[in-house]
């Protein structure tokens, strides 16, 4: 048994050491209250203790008014600050920096399936370069799960039926835990496994040395022609049965009902599962579901494959 | 009847009649709290077994004592046995059933048939769980978190909710009879600025009871609906939302937490103030804030799903508001420090207990704005972090509150003494225990440590055998008790009617009192902790000499 005690983990991305920060902060001004409350008890017990001869004499009334005002004006200051620095980095925390590198995971009973860019996927382990901040947008196939990289500091629950995201930057290299954070069933506790973070040199002998399968992109592409969506949405300037798909990522869409989305991941993923619920003006309802027969990596396929119609577009790529 | 003390045996509520039929149809307020300690003893020794091999299954990173399968519902089943079958009814069920119609001067509660009544409810929530217990658990967590709860468990759900949905309707029961009780029956001269501190926790409590309770019970249902004809309200493939479940659920069990600690704080208001010889400071304030705590109890639910996927504004909102409570709560722990000052202090055992109360209150409630504080809250939210704060508040602050007041109305409940040797002795042992059992819970929280794990990284393992190692003092701690409170019903010394010279009515009558708790009506001419007035003074008081020359 290591016999060693550790009281904080070990500091690998560029918010650890500032949410550690605002920790000491914290713990700071815990043991300065605790250490308060506790010699005053202490005090007072000893010297006001029974049969001890000291001054009785009734309180003076008068400040005790005052005293309440200053012990809820004092710690309302305190909290405030707590809240305000908390809410600065969890506002940080919540917006992704441009450019960032998106990797795709999918959580299940019981094990984490991260997939690259460039095509290489891997089973509870990730590889990251360091030093380049790395989005995850994640969903779960079946119940809540939650990604968690303690030497990152930071955490975000996995749901099904719904993207999340989560970022973080690495600083140093070396090999750190992943956890599942929340309760799944009986494999929870096994629902992990080890990121690497890597040199970004590293990082790209990585990404060529392991055979990449199809990249999402090509992977959608094919899901696509199997699933012969093309035969409506056939895209270009011809009106097919359904709405074109080129240059459609990002944009504005009308619905039949009068309102306006925009056509980001969640639009894309719920037309496809469920299309009846938003019908684009100028359409009918005629789309069937792909609930249950696409599975949420061939949704994200399909998902990839459209934003990189809109990617290409200007160049006059036909679907 | 062990009565050579006795010279004339006094008829009181429990030598009234001895039959079990006396006992089980009985609508004596004072019969129906002790029924109440009984189930509630129990199911506390259910949880606190299933503790102690979760506890003994941590002592090593691996799976070794028992599997996932097992570990996973034997945390259940010490999360629902200790929260809706001990925490839930302990003050408020034993304590407040017992003291209330006392403190306010009534012969019984509003509604003595809805009190039995409430008790015959919690006992079916109570079969219910122990038939899940041996038919085989259940494996979702206190939490019940959809869909997992709803759609992918195949353990006992329904029946445990329906335990739980039942629970709540005793809650509900016992908590009508206390506001009703409380506003209708107290003694001719007892207005609101004069009832004992007490009565006011237990007052805002019920009112957290009833507002909050139909909320579980709506949820539950919802579950139930869910996974017994696929009514799609939780699970994404059946067109529901996750989220919401979240959002149900700690509506009722933020406030639930509340329901929890507030009761306790009126009974450590209670003993300070007696064995400081002090009235309360800032009583208005104390009083208010309870009722502060219990409205704004009702608006921070939220700050449990920060990292859930509701709207990061909405977690601004909830962090902020969280704070709010943050105040009330430090009102008090300064009132009763300042209660202190100036005081003639003893200590005997509900003085250590209420002393150590506020320690580790303390430790609770600043840990409390750890995860309060957004940031942080995503680090160890989900960790042993957030185990640590809540047994702080739940173990550190209400069981040893509870503990405080079984030993503070012992004498009253049941005309004995209990041994003060033995008492002190294991009030310290829990204190060091506790301590011991989940301090280093806070570090293994901020080193990463998710909760609900059987299994975990070696490195995690030294903190986990000291956390083992204390569980164990902590044991034997409660084991105390137990021990030489069922002795001092036999052996121990007869008590007088006022043993700690306290202010309270309960204390104006006999130990254990009469079935009708008063011999004619009490009139109350002071305000609630006036010494002075209320307490004669036999002995000679060295202190009020001192008066005179301060």
Redesign the interface.
């Given at each position: 048994?290591?016999?060693?005690?550790?009281?904080?983990?070990e500091q690998a991305s560029t918010?650890a050491p500032?949410?550690d920060a605002?920790?000491y902060y914290?713990t700071g001004?815990?043991v300065f209250?605790?250490l308060l409350?506790?010699t005053?008890?202490v005090f007072?017990?000893i010297r006001?203790?029974?049969?001890n001869?000291?001054?009785?004499?009734?309180?003076d009334l008068r400040y005790?008014k005052w005293?309440?005002v200053i012990?809820?004006a004092v710690?309302?200051v305190i909290?405030?600050s707590?809240?305000g620095?908390?809410?600065?980095?969890?506002?940080e925390?919540?917006r992704p920096p441009l450019g960032a590198l998106e990797i795709q995971v999918t959580g299940k009973?019981w094990m984490w399936k991260f997939q690259h860019p460039q095509g290489n996927s891997e089973i509870n382990d990730l590889h990251v370069p360091v030093g380049r901040p790395i989005k995850l947008t994640m969903i779960s196939e079946?119940?809540?799960h939650?990604m968690?990289f303690?030497?990152f500091?930071?955490?975000?629950?996995v749901?099904?039926?719904?993207y999340?995201g989560l970022w973080f930057e690495a600083t140093r290299t070396g090999q750190y835990?992943l956890?599942?954070?929340?309760?799944?069933?009986?494999?929870?506790?096994?629902m992990k496994g080890t990121v690497t973070v890597m040199e970004p040199s590293d990082y790209e002998a990585w990404l060529s040395g392991r055979v990449p399968d199809q990249t999402p992109v090509e992977a959608g592409k094919a899901l696509f022609e199997e699933m012969r969506c093309a035969s409506c949405h056939q895209g270009g300037g011809t009106q097919g049965r359904g709405p074109s798909l080129v240059n459609l990522f990002g944009k504005e869409v009308r619905l039949k009902d009068g309102r306006t989305v925009i056509a980001n991941e969640e639009y894309l993923r719920e037309s496809i599962l469920t299309p009846a619920a938003k019908v684009v003006v100028g359409y009918e309802p005629i789309m069937p579901t792909f609930?249950?027969q696409i599975s949420e990596e061939g949704v994200r396929d399909l998902i990839a494959y459209i934003k990189s119609l809109a990617e290409s577009a200007p160049t006059g790529e036909e679907p | 009847m062990s009565s050579e003390a006795v010279k004339a045996p006094r008829r009181h509520y429990l030598n009234e009649s001895y039959s079990a039929r006396s006992w089980l149809l009985t609508t004596d307020h004072k019969r129906i709290g002790i029924l109440y300690l009984l189930s509630i003893t129990f199911f506390f020794i259910i949880g606190g077994l299933a503790a102690t091999i979760v506890r003994l299954e941590l002592m090593t990173p691996e799976g070794d004592l028992v599997q996932a399968e097992t570990y996973n519902k034997l945390f259940t089943l010490h999360g629902v046995a200790m929260v809706f079958l001990f925490l839930v009814p302990s003050i408020p069920a034993v304590l407040g059933n017992f003291l209330i119609p006392l403190m306010v001067g009534a012969r019984d509660m509003a509604f003595p048939k809805l009190n039995l009544a409430s008790w015959y409810v919690f006992s079916i929530a109570g079969l219910f769980v122990l038939y899940v217990t041996f038919a085989g658990g259940v494996d979702t967590g206190w939490t019940f978190y959809a869909p997992y709860s709803s759609t992918y468990s195949n353990t006992h759900v329904m029946a445990t909710g329906l335990g739980v949905f039942v629970a709540g309707f005793s809650s509900i029961m016992t908590a009508i009879n206390i506001i009703v009780t409380v506003h209708k029956m107290r003694a001719p001269g007892l207005t609101w600025h004069r009832m004992p501190l007490f009565v006011w926790s237990l007052y805002a409590t019920s009112l957290i009871i009833i507002l909050g309770t139909p909320v579980l019970a709506i949820t539950i249902l919802l579950i139930a609906a869910e996974r017994a004809f696929q009514v799609g309200i939780f699970d994404p493939r059946l067109g529901g939302d996750p989220v919401l479940f979240q959002h149900l659920f700690w509506f009722y069990s933020h406030p639930a937490v509340y329901i929890m600690i507030l009761p306790g704080m009126g009974v450590v208001s209670e003993i300070i103030s007696c064995f400081s010889r002090k009235r309360p400071f800032g009583y208005t304030f104390i009083a208010y804030s309870s009722l502060a705590i219990a409205v704004f109890g009702f608006l921070v639910w939220g700050h449990h799903m920060f990292v859930s996927g509701q709207s990061v504004y909405a977690g601004l909102v909830f962090s902020l508001l969280s704070f709010s409570v943050a105040i009330p709560s430090a009102v008090k722990v300064f009132n009763w420090t300042a209660t202190l000052y100036k005081g003639s202090i003893s200590f005997e055992t509900p003085m250590l207990y209420a002393l150590g109360f506020i320690g580790l209150f303390t430790l609770g409630g600043l840990t409390g704005m750890y995860v309060a504080t957004l940031a942080v809250d995503v680090h160890v939210h989900d960790t042993y972090f957030v185990i640590a704060h809540f047994h702080y508040i739940m173990v550190g602050g209400m069981v040893m509150a509870y503990l405080g007041g079984i030993h503070y109305w012992w004498p009253k409940m049941t005309g004995r003494m209990y041994p003060e040797g033995w008492a002190r002795f294991s009030a310290i042992l829990i204190f060091v225990g506790f301590n011991l059992t989940f301090f280093p819970q806070y570090i293994l929280g901020y080193l990463g440590m998710p909760r609900r794990y059987h299994v975990y990284p070696e490195e995690f393992q030294v903190l986990n055998v000291m956390s083992s190692a204390g569980a164990s003092i902590l044991a034997i701690g409660y084991f105390f008790p137990l021990t030489y409170l069922l002795w001092s019903l036999k052996y121990g010394k007869e008590a007088p009617s006022n043993p700690w010279k306290a202010t309270g009515l309960e204390w104006q009558t006999g130990s254990p009192p009469p079935a009708h708790n008063f011999h004619g009506q009490p009139v109350v001419k002071h305000e609630a902790y006036d010494y002075e007035a209320l307490v004669p003074q036999e002995e000679p008081q060295p202190e009020r000499e001192e008066v005179k020359v301060g």
């Open positions: 048994m290591n016999t060693e005690i550790q009281f904080q983990p918010l500032r949410v605002l920790y914290l001004v815990s209250m605790t409350i506790a005053l008890i007072f017990a006001y203790r029974r049969g001869k000291v001054d009785r004499s009734p309180l005790q005293m309440e012990w809820i710690p309302l909290v405030l707590f809240f620095w908390g809410a600065w980095l969890y506002l925390q919540a009973q079946d119940v809540i939650s968690y303690p030497a500091r930071v955490k975000h629950d749901l099904p039926g719904r999340t835990h956890f599942c954070a929340e309760y799944c069933g009986a494999g929870h506790a096994v609930q249950g | -």
